[in-house]
């Protein structure tokens, strides 16, 4: 800006995200999740990760007499049509529902339940997540549900073909959506925290990066804390965090705080 401040936006950040998403849906395709946010008298206006998408009413059911779909509610579509310079896009929940096959759907309820572990075999690899095939039915395991850490890059993880053990965390026949978890095959590190750790209790964990501010260090898989710059050194005049520490080393540390509430 004139000032001299750089201007930063969330929001816009989030969007390019979802347009990403969207781009590749339509090249895998691949569903994907929105909410009704308008109603028009020719179809509606569907809202996923802030980009507005255009379901025609014929594209809206398998049959439009059933009933109007409400705002608010939520629906998986696929990409009909891309719309680059408007950044929007054409979409069909119809099409999510024609692709059901319910002969698989009843070997999948047959013998399995929610919340059972089972294998299935990965399809497609997309930036949102994976998509896996339990029983004949496409479920994903969305990139959210693959680690309890926040940020993982997981498509070397996975190759198509690849047989894997995942956790079914729903299952919705009507709209032929399955969706699976992976790191919910283990302990939320949250819960172990508020088993296991105290107030100036000591404990061994790696370091995951280093700042001008502290050092982050990971005690179990999705629990990291700071180490502030003030507390790797009894100086006071401390050195840049880099003097003292780097990444992947093994330390020792002090528990000085926990908030769950803020994770």
Same mark, same amino acid.
């Given at each position: 800006?004139?000032?001299?401040?750089?201007?930063?936006?969330?929001?816009?950040?989030?969007?390019?995200?979802?347009?990403?998403?969207?781009?590749?849906?339509?090249?895998?395709?691949?569903?994907?999740?929105?909410?009704?946010?308008?109603?028009?008298?020719?179809?509606?206006?569907?809202?996923? +990760?802030?980009? !507005?998408?255009?379901?025609?009413? !014929? &594209?809206?059911? #398998?049959?439009?007499? $059933?009933?109007?779909?409400?705002?608010?509610?939520?629906?998986?579509?696929?990409?009909?049509?891309?719309?680059?310079?408007?950044?929007?896009?054409?979409?069909? &929940?119809?099409?999510?529902?024609?692709? $059901?096959?319910?002969?698989?759907?009843?070997?999948?309820?047959?013998? &399995?339940?929610?919340?059972?572990?089972?294998?299935?075999?990965?399809?497609?690899?997309?930036?949102?997540?994976?998509?896996?095939?339990?029983?004949?039915?496409? +479920?994903?395991?969305?990139?959210?549900?693959?680690?309890?850490?926040?940020?993982?890059?997981?498509? !070397?993880?996975?190759?198509?073909?690849?047989?894997?053990?995942?956790?079914?965390?729903?299952?919705?026949?009507?709209?032929?959506? #399955?969706?699976?978890?992976?790191?919910?095959?283990?302990?939320?590190?949250?819960?172990?925290?508020?088993?296991?750790?105290?107030?100036?209790?000591?404990?061994?964990?790696?370091?995951?990066?280093?700042?001008?501010?502290?050092?982050?260090?990971?005690?179990?898989?999705? #629990?990291?804390?700071?180490?502030?710059?003030?507390? #790797?050194?009894?100086?006071?005049?401390?050195? &840049?965090? $880099?003097?003292?520490?780097?990444?992947?080393?093994?330390?020792?540390?002090?528990?000085?705080?926990?908030?769950?509430?803020?994770?």
């Amino acid at each position: 800006t004139g000032d001299g401040m750089i201007r930063l936006s969330r929001k816009e950040a989030d969007r390019r995200i979802s347009w990403q998403n969207i781009r590749e849906a339509k090249e895998a395709d691949a569903s994907l999740t929105g909410t009704v946010d308008k109603t028009l008298n020719h179809g509606y206006i569907v809202d996923c +990760g802030g980009i !507005s998408l255009f379901m025609p009413l !014929s &594209h809206s059911d #398998l049959k439009t007499r $059933r009933g109007r779909l409400s705002i608010g509610k939520e629906i998986d579509f696929k990409v009909l049509e891309l719309k680059d310079k408007q950044r929007s896009a054409v979409i069909s &929940h119809r099409l999510v529902i024609e692709e $059901r096959n319910d002969e698989s759907w009843n070997e999948l309820a047959e013998k &399995h339940n929610e919340g059972d572990v089972v294998t299935g075999a990965v399809t497609k690899k997309v930036s949102f997540g994976v998509f896996v095939s339990v029983c004949g039915v496409e +479920g994903l395991l969305h990139q959210s549900d693959i680690s309890w850490k926040k940020y993982v890059s997981f498509k !070397s993880m996975f190759k198509i073909g690849d047989e894997i053990e995942v956790k079914i965390l729903s299952m919705d026949r009507e709209n032929n959506r #399955l969706s699976l978890g992976l790191k919910q095959l283990s302990e939320d590190p949250w819960e172990w925290a508020a088993r296991e750790l105290v107030p100036d209790q000591t404990a061994t964990g790696t370091i995951t990066s280093v700042t001008d501010y502290g050092a982050f260090v990971e005690l179990r898989e999705g #629990l990291e804390g700071l180490v502030h710059v003030s507390e #790797l050194t009894w100086s006071k005049r401390p050195r &840049h965090p $880099r003097k003292y520490v780097e990444e992947g080393q093994e330390i020792e540390v002090m528990v000085l705080g926990l908030d769950f509430d803020e994770k």
